[in-house]
């Protein structure tokens, strides 16, 4: 976690302050409950804040399954850059982003938005979302998990939910072989439009990893 880490504190309370709670105050105007995060969006919580490496050589840590977060809102904030020619860093890296499922067609086949080092994606935490494979180096991310200081938002998910129906899984899941296996065919034993295959993990590593990184001179957010 980020706060294993004083150092990196001012830098995440500066990056919080002028850039990412104006940013949720934009994207956000007003809450389900018709309040709102703040003028400068000083309602905003951080929740946890911590480092994500995916690592497609060496402990084949390639994705992150779907999944919703536990949070109002979600930030992930690229630490360090996508492979080039002109890169030869062994910590760039192919591949990668956030898969969305709400960006799909019908077929849910979902969309992937990436960000360049610097930069940030930010989603609502319940929006239905995966790591997508990286296919070559490292991909380090910053997480963030925010909430709203008095606004409970469970009740309004599970009215969403009665209203629209839950998530639409694929309905092979529940079809099993009689040993338990998944039936040939199915949408578990292929690769998901989201990249999700058996398998496939991701490392939550130590913040401090990513200080070795800067000493590394990798271009990264922090420099």
Not at 8 to 17: N, S
Not at 163 to 176: F, I, L, P, T, V
């Amino acid at each position: 976690a980020v706060e294993d880490i004083p150092a990196l504190r001012p830098w995440l309370r500066d990056l919080l302050r002028t850039r990412l709670y104006p940013l949720v105050r934009q994207a956000y105007p007003q809450l389900a409950d018709g309040s709102t995060p703040g003028n400068f969006g000083n309602r905003v919580r951080v929740h946890d804040a911590f480092i994500v490496r995916y690592d497609a050589e060496n402990d084949k840590s390639y994705s992150l399954p779907e999944h919703s977060d536990t949070s109002a809102v979600s930030f992930t904030v690229a630490l360090n850059s996508q492979s080039d020619c002109n890169d030869p860093s062994s910590l760039a890296f192919g591949g990668g982003g956030t898969w969305f499922e709400a960006l799909g067609d019908a077929n849910k086949s979902g969309r992937v938005v990436d960000a360049n080092v610097g930069q940030a994606v930010a989603f609502a935490g319940p929006l239905r979302h995966a790591g997508f494979p990286v296919t070559k180096g490292v991909r380090v991310i910053l997480v963030l998990f925010l909430y709203i200081d008095q606004f409970s938002y469970g009740g309004f998910l599970e009215e969403y939910a009665n209203r629209h129906g839950a998530c639409n899984r694929c309905e092979e899941e529940d079809e099993k072989k009689d040993d338990g296996s998944t039936k040939e065919g199915d949408c578990i034993s292929k690769v998901r439009p989201s990249g999700d295959m058996p398998g496939g993990f991701v490392v939550y590593n130590q913040t401090v990893e990513l200080v070795g990184m800067l000493n590394r001179q990798v271009e990264s957010v922090l420099d």
